[in-house]
């Protein structure tokens, strides 16, 4: 196990600085930049309605963008969710954007990844890509190590006054308490540097109260020992799979492709 799949297994998440040229940052800024202009049905607008800024989701672009998709199959994401996740192979799940434009104030909620998807299993983490400088005042994202180990809870809206809100709190796992801020570590990141995540680590950001806007691109990997999870409905578009309860990913090899090999 190399050092960096150690501290994945310890605090589960690590940073890899300059994983991305500057090739590649400016290639996947140019392609948020194009989603953002014409959202895709998949779109979401955290903000409320006439709060300040601009908090944008979008997610499942390499579907439709040649440029998402070369993150995926080109780039070196998925060999780092490889070692981190000590796996032995990674398969794509899914991607997604969030972009803070100054002066936003919403923040991002504390909640964990894993408890929104149908799947189960250690071996699912996001690789967190940026593509702004990011530190505390454009939103950097907090991290609760070792939370990966603790249970998994309820998912959390968010945006308040959401459907999914209706949804979510009809789940019958626990309300997330705010964790111990001793246990919290952020990251000032350049532009090409990223951070691996374990599904179940607890996590949240502040609002962009800087002049410059926090885009960033999240990409979800999965390991071999993922499985099908029925009976969640707080994620429809995974739910589109279809797959049998306890199925493997192969099972559907065209929506969740092999990325890399060890």
């Given at each position: 196990?190399?050092?960096?799949?150690?501290?994945?297994?310890?605090?589960?998440?690590?940073?890899?600085?300059?994983?991305?040229?500057?090739?590649?940052?400016?290639?996947?800024?140019?392609?948020?930049?194009?989603?953002?202009?014409?959202?895709?049905?998949?779109?979401?607008?955290?903000?409320?309605?006439?709060?300040?800024?601009?908090?944008?989701?979008?997610?499942?672009?390499?579907?439709?963008?040649?440029?998402?998709?070369?993150?995926?199959?080109?780039?070196?994401?998925?060999?780092?969710?490889?070692?981190?996740?000590?796996?032995?192979?990674?398969?794509?799940?899914?991607?997604?954007?969030?972009?803070?434009?100054?002066?936003?104030?919403?923040?991002?909620?504390?909640?964990?990844?894993?408890?929104?998807?149908?799947?189960?299993?250690?071996?699912?983490?996001?690789?967190?890509?940026?593509l702004d400088p990011i530190d505390a005042?454009?939103?950097?994202?907090a991290y609760a190590r070792g939370s990966?180990?603790?249970?998994?809870?309820?998912?959390?809206?968010?945006?308040?006054?959401?459907?999914?809100?209706?949804?979510?709190?009809?789940?019958?796992?626990?309300?997330?308490?705010?964790?111990?801020?001793?246990?919290?570590?952020?990251?000032?990141?350049?532009?090409?540097?990223?951070?691996?995540?374990?599904?179940?680590?607890?996590?949240?950001?502040?609002?962009?109260?800087?002049?410059?806007?926090?885009?960033?691109?999240?990409?979800?990997?999965?390991?071999?020992?993922?499985?099908?999870?029925?009976?969640?409905?707080?994620?429809?578009?995974?739910?589109?799979?279809?797959?049998?309860?306890?199925?493997?990913?192969?099972?559907?090899?065209?929506?969740?492709?092999?990325?890399?090999?060890?």
């Open positions: 196990m190399s050092a960096r799949a150690e501290a994945y297994a310890q605090d589960g998440v690590v940073c890899a600085r300059g994983l991305l040229d500057a090739g590649w940052v400016t290639r996947l800024r140019a392609a948020v930049d194009r989603a953002m202009a014409a959202p895709s049905n998949d779109a979401m607008e955290f903000n409320a309605e006439g709060e300040a800024g601009r908090f944008f989701g979008d997610m499942f672009m390499h579907r439709r963008d040649a440029d998402f998709r070369a993150a995926f199959f080109d780039s070196p994401c998925a060999a780092l969710a490889g070692e981190a996740m000590d796996a032995a192979e990674v398969r794509l799940l899914y991607d997604q954007i969030f972009a803070k434009m100054p002066g936003t104030p919403r923040r991002t909620p504390w909640h964990q990844d894993g408890p929104y998807w149908p799947l189960s299993g250690d071996r699912l983490c996001t690789v967190y890509v940026a005042t454009s939103g950097a994202v990966h180990r603790a249970e998994a809870f309820r998912p959390a809206p968010f945006r308040a006054g959401a459907d999914a809100a209706a949804r979510y709190a009809q789940s019958a796992l626990p309300e997330l308490a705010a964790p111990d801020p001793e246990s919290l570590i952020a990251f000032d990141l350049a532009p090409g540097d990223a951070v691996v995540f374990h599904a179940n680590l607890v996590h949240g950001a502040g609002g962009n109260k800087s002049d410059r806007p926090r885009r960033t691109l999240a990409l979800r990997f999965a390991g071999e020992d993922v499985r099908w999870r029925t009976g969640v409905s707080t994620f429809r578009r995974l739910r589109k799979a279809n797959l049998a309860d306890g199925a493997p990913l192969s099972a559907r090899d065209d929506l969740f492709p092999v990325l890399w090999r060890r």
